[in-house]
């Protein structure tokens, strides 16, 4: 028999429970595997054959295994037969190995998923309770109580609603070590270290490598926020300094209708580039996270990534009106400056005005307005026919922009952090509703990062302010 799966050196535990009860997607959810070349989840009863191995790694070295097995077909049969084999005693762990060694004809599924606990691997028994607790559960449970490992009972709900928990968890609890519920679609990292945390107690034997599992899963969960960290604030530069520009030639410069072209491709290809770099930043956090099915939820057609051009998308993120009022105010000449750098297409003359009340005012004013994209011809203002010009465009002239940047990629990393790997359907980043994380930020956090903010959006990135940047962005990925 093809045993490579098992390794006495190494402390194991087998995922057990009737076909379709969420194993394998509980094995996904648990070790982050999304990818069904590795583990095959779907609705066909019996898709998983054989028993297969999963280590956990670190450092290049396993520190404990996983084995994923085919679901109990014929618990009831299967128990009757242990029962059999055992005559007039109790049923204990000799008959369950003897029912492997001799019944493999029969029962090939029970035995194969059986053949791990009587070779020392401790027991998840995973069960879904939204499902009525029949006598072939009753029967497993027998089989399972009757083997002597340690066991841990996982109720994984694979519907809505309540079902049957109490029954199932009165019952299981007579019968394993530990009793947790664990949902294979929506378990986050809390969860997942709960259930590692659950091995401990029931695999006293393996305390220590269990223990240095979870270090080392603590240890890994630091490092990715601090990279998803250094992506975003890299985003954040590359976005506030991001301009899109075009000579103007005296053509230009006599045809209004040729102006206003170029000036139209040149937004094009400001929104593109913008959602260029924040697809780079999600795709960077796919990959630090181990998603493969999730994907951007950027929109190919538009191009506009965040749709900067729709007024809901700064109603819902970013800062309030007070909110950046306040945020500018500390630093009010900064901001006042970054004001004046570009003029408004449409408010020539104003941004000046508005500029020299100051940052805090500037800000309160232009609040709730619609990005408008600074546009300047550089050099001297206005057109003046003979001379070269360049027409640069961007960033949009609301002060909220790198707020409402921001918030949305705190919004999508949350929902990142949410999907469950054990989930098959490719999916889109979701943004909820409404979710503002920057509202919620402290003060400091706040005025510190306008400060910074300010800075890219001069073109002139405070490299001083970067460690202390860093740092808050860190914080408010974890919060
Ligand atoms: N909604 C929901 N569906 C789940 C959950 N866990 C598993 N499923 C679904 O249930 C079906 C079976 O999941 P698997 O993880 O393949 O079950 P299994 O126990 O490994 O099945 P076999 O290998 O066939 O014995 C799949 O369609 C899963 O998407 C869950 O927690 N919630
Ligand atoms: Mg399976």
């Known amino acids: 028999m093809n045993d490579d799966w098992w390794n006495p050196e190494i402390p194991s535990f087998v995922v057990v429970g009737r076909v379709n009860a969420g194993k394998t997607s ?14 095959r989840i779907s609705a066909t009863p019996g898709e998983t054959t054989g028993v297969q191995a999963l280590p956990v790694e670190y450092d290049g070295e396993e520190w404990v295994r996983f084995l994923d097995t085919p679901g109990f077909q014929q618990p009831v049969e299967a128990m009757r037969e242990i ?8 049923p204990g762990p000799d008959d369950v190995k003897e029912f492997v060694e001799t019944c493999g004809a029969h029962f090939p599924d029970e035995v194969r998923l059986l053949e791990p606990v009587v070779r020392g691997a ?30 841990l ?21 007579t019968a394993f070590n530990l ?101 780079e930043c999600l795709d960077r956090w796919l990959k630090t996270y181990r998603h493969h099915l999730l994907q951007a939820d950027i929109d190919p057609v538009r191009h506009r990534g965040l749709d900067l051009e729709q007024e809901e998308t700064w109603r819902k993120f970013g ?17 006042g400056a970054a004001f004046d750098l570009g003029v408004g297409v449409h408010s020539l003359g104003a941004g000046t005005v508005i500029g020299a009340l100051g940052g805090g005012a500037a800000a309160f004013l232009k609040g709730g307005a619609l990005p408008e994209l600074k546009v300047s011809g550089l050099g001297k203002l206005g057109f003046k026919s003979g001379e070269g010009r360049t027409l640069v465009v961007g960033p949009p002239s609301s002060p909220n922009f790198p707020w409402v940047l921001l918030d949305s990629m705190l919004v999508r990393y949350a929902s990142i952090l949410e999907r ?23 003060r400091e956090r706040r005025s510190l990062l306008q400060k910074w903010f300010t800075s890219c959006l001069k073109g002139k990135v405070d490299r001083g302010l970067e460690p202390e940047v860093f740092a808050a962005v860190v914080e408010a990925l974890g919060e």
Do not use: C
Request: aromatic share 6%; proline share 3%; hydrophobic share 40%.
């Open 420 to 442: 469950a790997h054990g989930r098959r359907d490719a999916a889109k980043i979701q943004v909820a509703e409404g979710d503002s994380r920057v509202r919620e930020f402290p």
């Open 122 to 151: 401790g027991i998840l028994y995973v069960v879904d309770p939204t499902k009525p607790l029949r006598d072939s559960f009753l029967a497993e449970i027998e089989i399972l109580r009757w083997s002597g490992r340690p066991r």
């Open 179 to 279: 009793t947790r519920t664990f949902d294979a679609h929506a378990a986050r990292y809390d969860e997942r270290r709960k259930l590692m945390l659950a091995l401990l107690q029931i695999e006293e034997r393996h305390a220590e490598r269990i223990e240095r599992v979870l270090q080392a899963m603590d240890a890994e969960w630091d490092q990715r926020r601090e990279d998803a960290a250094e992506a975003l604030v890299d985003f954040l530069e590359k976005a506030l300094t991001l301009r899109a520009r075009d000579g103007l030639d005296e053509r230009d410069l006599g045809v209004p209708a040729r102006r206003e072209r170029k000036m139209e491709a040149l937004v094009e290809e400001y929104f593109t580039k913008l959602a260029k770099l924040e697809r």
């Open 153 to 173: 009972a996982l109720m994984n709900p694979q519907e809505q609603g309540g079902g049957y928990e109490t029954e199932w968890r009165e019952r299981l609890g």
């Open 26 to 39: 509980t094995l996904a959810t648990l070790l982050e595997v999304d990818n069904d070349a590795v583990l």
């Open 83 to 90: 029962e059999k084999i055992a005559g007039d005693r109790v």
């Open 319 to 335: 800062l309030n009106r007070w909110q950046l009022a306040a945020a500018g105010a500390g630093i009010g000449a900064a901001a």
